[in-house]
């Protein structure tokens, strides 16, 4: 069973950055996409971007599109980064990770992804 465990996360002023990272362990993520979705209070889990096997398909959604970069690392490959830079307020959220089989626009979606860490908290003070 993959285990999922993000990092990084914290307090930060508007217009500065942070780096999230997540480590999966305990099986294999190939041929896995990964993928960082996000929860503010009151809302839904939503989409922010994800990568697939080879590093070659990086979507975004449009409000963090310029802002934030996500990165896998070249090994292992089990591990998935998120650079959020020029943070605002509004990316205040629980921020997960999560592995799963998909391709195109399938990644954008919750129910593609089978394995899913327990959050880490992003809070952007105005």
């Known amino acids: 069973q993959v285990q999922m465990a993000e990092s990084g996360g914290g307090l930060v002023q508007a217009g500065g950055s942070l780096r999230l990272s997540c480590a999966a362990s305990g099986g294999t993520v190939n041929p896995y996409a990964m993928g960082w979705f996000r929860q503010a209070p009151g809302a839904e889990r939503e989409f922010v971007a994800a990568?697939?096997?080879?590093?070659?398909?990086?979507?975004y959604a449009d409000s963090v599109k310029g802002r934030f970069t996500i990165s896998r690392d070249n090994a292992a490959k089990n591990t998935v980064y998120l650079q959020m830079n020029s943070l605002k307020p509004e990316d205040t959220a629980v921020y997960y990770c999560?592995?799963?089989?998909?391709?195109?626009?399938?990644?954008?979606?919750?129910?593609?992804?089978?394995?899913w860490g327990q959050g880490t908290q992003v809070t952007v003070s105005s």
């Open positions: 999560a592995a799963g089989y998909c391709s195109g626009y399938g990644c954008y979606k919750r129910n593609n992804y089978d394995f």
């Open positions: 990568i697939n096997w080879s590093g070659g398909y990086t979507p």
